[in-house]
């Protein structure tokens, strides 16, 4: 029967044993939202159901998130990326358009490396994957005693007065301020000691003392034929705008957008802009087709050159020109 857009209902099913929550709305070609690290389904509901309005938009709760179950599991990229592709095929869903917000976007790029068959497009939303540099509050839920210590500081007085000083903050109008809502969010959130478990094993996947470890730089050319779109916005200060330079530079045919007067979460700050981004991208472009002989033969070739990891503060040196929109390919 068909979907259609409206307020956002939760939806449960089982994969593996663990209950998976998440919200379907709208009819047409199928849009997977991924939020970022802490968050849950309701980070996209200022673009909901806009975005449902053309597109069938599925968006879940991570494992480890939200109302989606917390086990101890795999909370690897690789593992989210399985998540979302099991996700997919018991809700009857072939191929995709996936839209990643930070650490959703380093799943999204998994999901398309992994699952290029299932992977129309890619849309990065201030993604991890692109650059070391990273918050220091990211990198300090890698030190040891973070459990401990975020079971005292999330005890009920403290959070609630630590939360309610963080969106009065969030709404003093000071730009440098304004991601302190969602902030917020992700702190109380952390009452919850499988979500504190939760989150230290994804952060520990992907994050170290120094910063971000795993990137897309090596395998960027793997994406010849899936069209990219990046989206940034100017005053992020969770992951600098600066790796959308380092994103033009792996994939240099790719489309950038920074959007002004936004933080590390564009979509809410400007979420009529940023669902007329991504409707442009998918009018613009042609879905990606995966053919096995040209990953084979892209595979056995290998990158132009070499790519070289990024150090803090610097620009890929990678001259990687093989990613290419899908369009006429």
Not at 281 to 292: G, K
Request: one cysteine or more.
């Amino acid at each position: 029967m068909p979907r259609r857009s409206g307020p956002a209902h939760v939806q449960y099913v089982t994969v593996h044993g663990h209950r998976r929550a998440y919200v379907r709305m709208g009819t047409g070609p199928a849009l997977l939202l991924l939020h970022g690290l802490g968050c849950d389904h309701t980070t996209w509901a200022p673009v909901l159901e806009s975005l449902a309005r053309t597109h069938t938009v599925i968006a879940p709760d991570l494992l480890g998130h939200g109302e989606s179950d917390k086990p101890r599991a795999d909370y690897s990229l690789g593992g989210y990326a399985n998540g979302m592709r099991d996700l997919l095929t018991l809700l009857g869903i072939d191929t995709v358009t996936v839209v990643g917000h930070s650490f959703g976007g380093g799943v999204a790029m998994q999901f398309a490396y992994q699952f290029p068959e299932r992977t129309e497009r890619l849309v990065l939303v201030a993604s991890g994957g692109l650059g070391p540099e990273v918050t220091p509050a990211i990198r300090a839920i890698t030190t040891p005693g973070f459990h401990q210590a975020m079971a005292v500081l999330s005890a009920p007085g403290i959070r609630h007065l630590t939360t309610g000083a963080m969106r009065l903050l969030a709404g003093s109008g000071v730009s440098q301020l304004r991601d302190l809502g969602e902030v917020a969010a992700i702190y109380d959130s952390f009452k919850d000691p499988r979500a504190r478990a939760a989150i230290r094993h994804v952060v520990r996947a992907v994050v170290d003392w120094k910063g971000q470890i795993v990137t897309m730089a090596d395998r960027a050319y793997l994406t010849e034929a899936m069209p990219m779109c990046v989206v940034w916005g100017a005053d992020d200060l969770v992951i600098p705008v600066g790796h959308a330079s380092n994103a033009r530079a792996l994939a240099p045919t790719a489309q950038v957008e920074i959007v002004p007067n936004a933080g590390h979460f564009p979509h809410k700050d400007h979420p009529e802009r940023f669902v007329k981004i991504v409707r442009d991208f998918i009018r613009s472009t042609e879905p990606s087709r995966y053919d096995r002989d040209h990953w084979r033969d892209l595979i056995d070739a290998g990158p132009p050159e070499a790519p070289v990891q990024a150090e803090a503060g610097q620009s890929p040196r990678s001259p990687v020109h093989a990613v290419r929109r899908a369009a006429g390919a």
